[in-house]
């Protein structure tokens, strides 16, 4: 839940600048298919439970269309360093965008998650290496 960890593990995240205290203007750099797109636009957390849960809400624009993403994250800690991280979402695509990379979705959506896992684990392991020291 802390934005700067969050900045390192979410896929595809350029830029990450904090306009409130859940509100974040983000620029996003993804392949998304065939296509490359730079994204920029608002990420905002919501429905926060401390170390719990969060929704995390994002609209993206770019030349190529428009992505706007609703992500529930649930954290449920299992016992002692272990944590099970259940997530569900939907995206909306429109533009050049949907009609390019709708076909491609479930593809690119099982990419995004192996690399945002793949992610978290390095920051684990980074945060860990760090308090023991």
Not at 1 to 26: D, Q, T
Not at 104 to 132: C, P, R
Request: glycine share 8%; aromatic share 6%.
């Amino acid at each position: 839940m802390n934005p700067i960890s969050l900045a390192r593990v979410v896929p595809g995240i350029a830029s990450l600048e904090r306009l409130s205290e859940h509100s974040y203007k983000a620029t996003l750099d993804l392949k998304i298919g065939p296509v490359n797109g730079l994204f920029s636009g608002n990420l905002e957390l919501h429905n926060i439970i401390e170390e719990k849960s969060f929704t995390l809400r994002t609209q993206q624009h770019s030349k190529i269309g428009n992505a706007n993403a609703n992500v529930q994250i649930k954290l449920d800690a299992l016992g002692n360093n272990q944590t099970e991280v259940i997530f569900d979402g939907d995206v909306k695509l429109s533009g050049m965008l949907a009609s390019m990379g709708q076909r491609l979705i479930g593809g690119i959506a099982n990419s995004l998650s192996k690399q945002f896992f793949a992610n978290l684990e390095n920051e684990i392991a980074i945060t860990t290496n760090f308090e023991k020291r």
